[in-house]
């Protein structure tokens, strides 16, 4: 159960600690933030409102510790890294609860999310031991004008300290996605959870403190946005930041110093389906790719463009497999749960009602209830509607009906997005032409979009991100290159 046995330590009373120099601590403010549980919409936990001054310790503290760490040999920082992920998922139950309760990820899949993740850790463990234990050697003399007397040495070294920033939808995989590639390449790590998700992250980090590493090295840091938003962001001390989220993440690359910025900013993902797809693939994918996590995902479908000759077809199938959805509490492992939050319900109504007026078919009632908004798909939509554009984070999905691939194309690089997209055909070559025409950083050919596997490069175009994530890019993103020239006093064939 969360916040018992080995996690007995990180709460006190009915708040839960926050993690610098080694030890789980209150704050001095002697304030917490509530955490509102998505489907009871009654507080669920508490957390520590941190200050501005803790945050500085924490900085500090992860400098120093950060010299050393990436003086620690690169097998020991693997190892501890292995222990992690161990620890992690002999956690897994723990953890998942609290992403059920904080935001009503069914119960399944919030274990899935902690196991992913550890074997996220484990994977990025090997991946870095294999890539930052090798460099390169350059001579000159394949420069024009210069002999052989120099010799470049190049390795990868750490940026110093790491600030993470994951959003609530993957609380505990958007961190280790961060902190694992941190870690290994020699970096210190800040991590600031989301409000909600923050007490599942908590818990992620103490399996992290379990494995041992060093004081200081990891921290964790919870509290409100307004008094250490920018405060982390903007802090002197951090030499690089990954975040995953929304707009926000717009706002910090404008007030970020030249530090090195992962960001993922959500997108709305194109799905265009030709005449001659296979329509049952098309359909699960659409379901699967639209509803899953209610829509909470950035990679979701969140515009069905179709031809106008199989769109009926699509839709009649779509809707068969979306009335077999099950709708309910997390804990029941339903297919569809509570939004995050009300607001979050309440964006995603103005979306459909914005729809309504100006005219879309409704393939289902529009049913809501506190956070619960029933799935549903929109058809025949216009481009005058804001949900042709606006990303809902929630179970509703438009469906615009083409008349030429050129059309789908068009509507997918309007967008300010441009995360990932998909397109479902027989044809290999015109899927091609497709996904090189489309504004995308990923292009599913006859599946849906999908970050993982975990290894695969992940990144967004536009307003969809910058930086690219997935291990490997993750690990070179966090380590810059360091070049050593060794100059000898004369061309090295002069001898012999
Ligand atoms: O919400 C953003 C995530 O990066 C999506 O990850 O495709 O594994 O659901 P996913």
């Not at 501005?52 to 050393?68: I, P, R």
């Not at 290994?184 to 908590?202: D, M, R």
């Not at 492992?333 to 914005?354: H, K, Q, R």
Request: proline fraction near 6%.
């Amino acid at each position: 159960m969360a916040g018992t046995g080995v996690f007995a330590e990180i709460i006190d009373g009915e708040v839960y600690k926050y993690y610098a120099d080694g030890e789980w601590k209150k704050s001095a403010s002697g304030k917490s933030v509530s955490i509102i549980n998505p489907t009871t919409r009654t507080p669920q936990y508490k957390v520590q409102a941190c200050t501005q001054e803790e945050v500085n310790k924490v900085m500090d503290a992860a400098k120093a510790a950060q010299k050393l760490w990436a003086r620690t040999p690169l097998w020991k920082r693997a190892e501890f890294l292995h222990k992690a992920a161990a620890i992690l998922k002999e956690h897994k139950n723990p953890i998942a609860e609290c992403l059920v309760k904080e935001i009503a990820k069914p119960a399944k899949d919030a274990v899935t999310e902690v196991v992913r993740s550890g074997d996220l850790v484990s994977y990025t463990a090997e991946d870095g031991v294999r890539i930052l234990g090798e460099g390169k050697l350059l001579v000159s003399d394949s420069f024009p004008g210069n002999e052989r007397s120099k010799y470049c040495l190049s390795s990868k070294v750490p940026l110093g300290v790491v600030l993470a920033i994951p959003p609530f939808n993957y609380p505990v995989n958007l961190a280790v996605s961060k902190i694992a590639p941190a870690l290994i390449a020699g970096n210190a790590l800040v991590l600031k959870p989301p409000t909600q998700g923050a007490v599942a992250a908590l818990h992620m980090i103490h399996c992290f403190h379990l494995a041992g590493f060093p004081k200081g090295l990891i921290s964790c840091v919870t509290g409100k946005g307004s008094e250490i938003g920018d405060f982390l962001t903007m802090h002197p001390g951090v030499n690089c930041i990954s975040f995953t989220g929304g707009d926000t993440g717009i706002a910090i690359s404008k007030k970020a110093g030249m530090i090195p910025l992962q960001m993922e900013l959500g997108g709305k993902d194109a799905c265009i389906v030709l005449e001659d797809a296979d329509l049952d693939l098309v359909a699960a994918n659409i379901v699967k790719g639209g509803y899953s996590y209610s829509g909470q995902r950035c990679t979701a479908v969140k515009v069905v463009l179709i031809m106008e000759s199989v769109a009926d077809a699509v839709v009649e199938k779509v809707k068969a497999k979306m009335a077999k959805l099950s709708i309910g509490p997390p804990e029941e492992n339903c297919d569809i749960t509570p939004v995050v939050s009300e607001s979050s319900a309440n964006f995603i109504e103005g979306l459909v009602m914005d729809a309504k007026q100006k005219g879309a078919t409704f393939c289902q009632e529009y049913r809501r209830e506190g956070n619960l908004i029933w799935p549903l798909l929109l058809d025949h939509v216009r481009p005058d509607m804001r949900i042709a554009w606006e990303e809902p984070f929630g179970p509703v999905l438009p469906v615009i009906r083409i008349g030429s691939v050129e059309e789908g194309v068009h509507h997918c690089n309007a967008s300010n997005f441009g995360l990932q997209g998909c397109v479902f055909t027989r044809d290999i070559n015109k899927a091609m032409m497709i996904s090189d025409a489309m504004e995308t950083g990923t292009v599913q050919i006859n599946s849906a979009p999908a970050r993982g596997p975990d290894h695969f490069p992940f990144q967004g175009l536009k307003d969809s991100g910058i930086g690219s994530q997935g291990i490997t890019n993750s690990i070179n993103m966090m380590t810059k290159i360091k070049s050593t020239v060794i100059n000898l006093p004369s061309p090295s064939y002069t001898v012999g």
